[in-house]
Structures are given as C-alpha cells and as structure tokens.
C-alpha cells in the first residue's frame, strides 16, 4: 500500500521547500488533542498544556474535527509564508466553497478515503451527506462543528480564524521562534540536496519512508493508503515540521499541488520501517513452531539440529522456518567453527509493537 505522486515534468525548481507557521500550528494542536500518539512530544505537550488558558483549550478541543483524527487540507499550505497572518488571509481570500471542501474533505491522513469525485458539501448533496457522516462517527460534538461550518460558513471561517490567531497569541508564537530557525535550515539542506544530488537522494534525506521508483517519474510514499496523485504541472511542496513525527502527511487531492509534510527528527530515532517489513516480521510470527523456535533461540544461540532435536521436527522443516524468521530479521546467524548458530535479535524484535504504531499513524 503506498502513495504514488506523479512527478513527470516536474523541473526542480518547481519543488518548493519552505517551514509553514499555519503546518506547524496545526501539528501542534494535533499533539495538544492526542498526545498519546506522540511520546517523544510529551514535554512540550506537557508545558504547553499547562500554560494554555482553559477557555482557549475549550476551544481547540471543540474545532478538533480539523486536527485530531485527521489534518484538515487547508492547514498544509501549498504555498507557504512567512507569518502565520498570511496564510491565514490566503484562507481568507478563498471563496465559501473552497474552504468548506478543504475543511471537511480532507485528503491528508488515510482514516477515511478521499472522494475525488465529489465537490464542496456546501453545493454537492452526496458530498454533504458524507462530510456529515464522517462527523457522526466522531460523535455528537463533531457533527454539531460541521454542521456549523455548513450552515454558517461565513461566521464558521471567522470563529476559526480567530481561534487560530488567539492559539499562536497563547502559546505557540513562542514556540514557532523556537523551531523556525532549524525548519529553514532544514528546507535549505534539502533544496540543495537536490541541486547537487538529485530527487532520490533528497527523497532518502526527508523520510526512508519516500522513494523513487526506478523510472524517475514516480514518488512512492510508504503509507497504508492507496492513492495516486500527480505534481506535472503542478509542483510539490514539501513543509519540515518539528512537531509531526511519527505522521508523514500527504495532501493528495486531485487538482490540487502535491503537499509533503515531514517531521525533522532531531532527538529521535530516525530508523523508519516499511509497511512491508512490519508485515514480514508479523507473517513471521503466524506459525506456531516458528514461535517455538524462538523461544529456545532466546535462551541460548543454537543450531538448527538442536531445535530439530529439542521440538522433534525434521530439519528441513526448521531450516525453512528460521529461513523465513531471518529474512523478517527476527533472527541473524554467526559462525562458531563449524557450526551455525542462531539468535534472536531482541533489539529488533522489541521495536516490533512501536515500529506498527508508527506505521500506522505515518
């Protein structure tokens, strides 16, 4: 599963790299309303929370339809500015439609698939119906948001505008001048990464999640979604983000440029897994002896006479089932004489259960 970007025709000075306020604002909020997704970010989660008035966090939490289960479009700027007050009044100088539809159907996280098909809830019936539905799924605090945004979208756009300028008033101005600084340098090292080295290798320094596929007019992004999305004629953004990791957001609708926003992992672990690997090392773990197996590896490095000895099984058998384990990585091998032993690696294995979250959420 993967999201696939067209980038035929694409020059490189049609891929933009620049820190977004309004992106950096919105993975903030994301982290206030769901902090569990993010432990690295608990300090800040913490302080900030702390520091937050009450009223202002009413607030956030009643608009997190925007934020919280998925990242509403119109937060990851295709053409990001400098301030957050300008990218706010380029929202503002979009027309109802447009900005209830980069609101509500939003392509930027793979809970709910995007309908390509359908245009603003605010003009198309069936659209309307299912920006509604996905509201009630989140329960009755959602729908009565949406419901807002549909009925007065003028006053809706406002009270959000507002809440979004009274969140940088309230904390995040402090932290934006905290973070601003490593974004720019992080979008310069990539903007030249692709003047000296090409797109795969700046790809590779965004994320091991993002590749090009061997043709060059492909970037394969390794999510659990299936989408395609083209940036010929369009260009791709790509936004830093300090506050993001583990999600690599896609803002994927069609017609739209491209948006890539990708967490800087200063600090952190910047080993990424691939869906399939994770999906390797859980075949893997389905077989009832290959779980056996293990559990004697664990205890001491043995050879694969050993385990057919100690489980009663053929060798052959155990040869195939460790073949498979080695292969998802589970296990590594090293020569003692004229033996081969095998062992566990438990470093690897112990990330398994974060490695799927991270995934999951990417």
């Not at 098909?117 to 009755?140: I, M, Y």
């Amino acid at each position: 599963m993967r999201v696939s970007i067209d980038v035929t025709s694409v020059s490189a000075d049609q891929y933009l790299f620049a820190p977004s306020p309004l992106a950096e604002l919105g993975s903030a909020l994301h982290l206030l309303v769901e902090p569990a997704h993010h432990q690295p970010q608990n300090g800040w989660v913490t302080a900030a929370t702390a520091g937050i008035a009450p009223d202002l966090m009413d607030r956030i939490v009643v608009a997190d339809y925007l934020w919280r289960t998925s990242r509403s479009d119109m937060l990851l700027p295709a053409e990001p500015r400098a301030t957050l007050a300008a990218e706010l009044d380029i929202l503002d100088a979009l027309d109802d439609e447009t900005w209830v539809r980069n609101a509500l159907m939003t392509s930027s996280c793979g809970v709910v698939p995007v309908r390509d098909d359908l245009d603003s809830p605010l003009v198309d019936d069936t659209a309307r119906k299912v920006a509604r539905d996905r509201a009630a799924a989140r329960g009755p605090r959602a729908l009565d948001f949406v419901d807002h945004i549909l009925t007065r979208p003028a006053a809706a756009r406002s009270w959000v505008r507002r809440l979004l300028e009274d969140c940088d008033t309230g904390f995040f101005a402090d932290a934006w001048a905290r973070v601003v600084a490593r974004l720019a340098a992080d979008a310069r090292h990539k903007r030249d990464l692709l003047a000296r080295h090409g797109l795969e290798a700046m790809l590779a320094a965004v994320s091991p999640a993002l590749t090009l596929t061997a043709s060059g007019d492909r970037i394969v992004v390794d999510k659990l979604q299936d989408r395609a999305a083209s940036a010929s004629g369009r260009g791709l953004t790509f936004l830093p983000s300090a506050f993001s990791h583990p999600h690599l957001l896609v803002v994927h609708t069609a017609g739209c440029r491209p948006v890539l926003n990708y967490p800087i992992l200063a600090g952190l672990d910047e080993a990424t897994v691939s869906v399939t690997g994770i999906q390797d090392r859980l075949h893997a773990l389905d077989h009832p002896l290959r779980l056996r197996l293990i559990r004697s590896i664990l205890r001491t490095p043995q050879t694969t006479a050993q385990l057919a000895e100690t489980w009663m099984v053929s060798a052959p058998e155990v040869s195939r089932h460790l073949a498979v384990l080695k292969n998802a990585g589970i296990v590594t091998t090293r020569r003692q004489g004229r033996y081969v032993l095998y062992e566990v690696d438990i470093a690897r294995s112990a990330r398994l259960g974060t490695d799927l979250i991270e995934a999951l959420l990417r």
